[in-house]
């Protein structure tokens, strides 16, 4: 098993399929009235969160305590951070506090990489600036098997702010390893040039939603992240919700087959509407669910649940 988890790249294709079949067992556990395990029972997680989060923080404090493990959330604000402590001083205090691993979210593209040159531990790529979210991968990667049988041959839509997006960097990463094919559907200032063939050879760009959405069997919604721009991307959001927002009348364009899913938070009316987000064809809320059982495997797998 690795040892980090940094990037939809670091899984081939047997290693993430294993995390996805240790995934399904920790399921198990949530439907248990005592949902908890004793596998990392006297491990340190430790989450260090210098951005806003609200699923997935309390998703992996959620996975580590469900298998036992002494979790320490440590969030920038309120701590020396704050006063201008560094990212290495931080990694350090950590590193003799004892952690067995450490979950990083980080505004940094690249954060997650240096701080696992500065720790004995595990480091968990939680969200590094525009770059990964890989457990975000994986937790999709899962509610697609789940909800469809297969990853390999899956045809999934990755629909609005590509620019911005580390969902779908890491997904474009994890989906191709996996033998589905990716399509890139945004406007084009929101989609990098030449980001389909830099990730995965196969994967393409479309500009228009209409015409790839009878030939999918998922469609993944896209935050537009207002947050990160800084620029005006598109004339306006109503302009943005009538050609890249998924609506009823879109969605029946979709194969009897196909699911809707969305990594949250929503912007409600904007790349989704309430209608879409809240039908049986949704596997939003799934895939909260999902991201705890996830996150329980990466962690006990990382730290050795079987091996270490
Ligand atoms: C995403 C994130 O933070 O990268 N959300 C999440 O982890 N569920 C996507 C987003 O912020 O739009």
Redesign the pocket.
């Known amino acids: 098993m690795i040892r980090h988890l940094l990037s939809g790249a670091d899984l081939d294709a047997a290693t993430a399929t294993q995390i996805l079949d240790t995934a399904a067992e920790m399921a198990t556990v949530a439907g248990r009235e005592v949902k908890k395990l004793p596998a990392l029972r006297g491990r340190t997680v430790v989450n260090l969160f210098y951005e806003d ?1 609200t ?2 923080r309390i998703s992996f404090e959620a996975a580590a305590k469900r298998l036992s493990a002494d979790v320490i959330n440590f969030s920038a604000k309120g701590s020396s951070v704050a006063k201008g402590e560094s990212l290495k001083d931080t990694a350090l205090t950590l590193q003799a506090m004892g952690a067995d691993a450490v979950v990083v979210r980080h505004p940094a593209s690249g954060a997650p990489h240096r701080l696992a040159n500065w720790v004995d531990g595990s480091v968990v790529n939680a ?1 590094d600036g525009t770059h990964e ?1 890989p457990t ?1 991968a994986l937790l999709d990667a899962y509610t697609m098997r789940s909800r469809l049988g297969r990853l390999a041959g899956l045809h999934v839509a990755i629909v609005g702010d590509v620019l911005h ?3 779908a960097r890491s997904n474009v990463l994890l989906l191709s390893t996996l033998g589905a094919k990716v399509t890139l559907v945004g406007p084009p200032t929101l989609i990098p040039v030449d980001i389909a063939a830099a990730l995965a050879p196969g994967t393409d760009v479309c500009y228009d939603l209409d015409a790839v959405l009878p030939g999918v069997d998922v469609v993944m919604m ?2 537009v ?1 207002r947050e990160r721009m800084n620029d005006s991307y598109f004339p306006s959001a109503r302009e943005y919700a009538r050609r890249y927002g998924l609506d009823a009348p879109r969605m029946r364009r979709l194969p009897e087959h196909a699911i809707v899913m969305h ?3 929503m912007n409600r009316g904007m790349e989704i509407t309430p209608e879409v987000a809240d039908s049986p064809r949704s596997t939003i809320v799934e895939q909260v669910a999902n991201g705890v059982s996830v996150r329980m495997a990466v962690l006990y797998l990382l730290l050795g649940g079987n091996n270490r």
Do not use: A
């Open positions: 989060s699923r997935t969200g979210h975000q997006s580390r969902v896209l935050r992240q990594p949250g938070p």
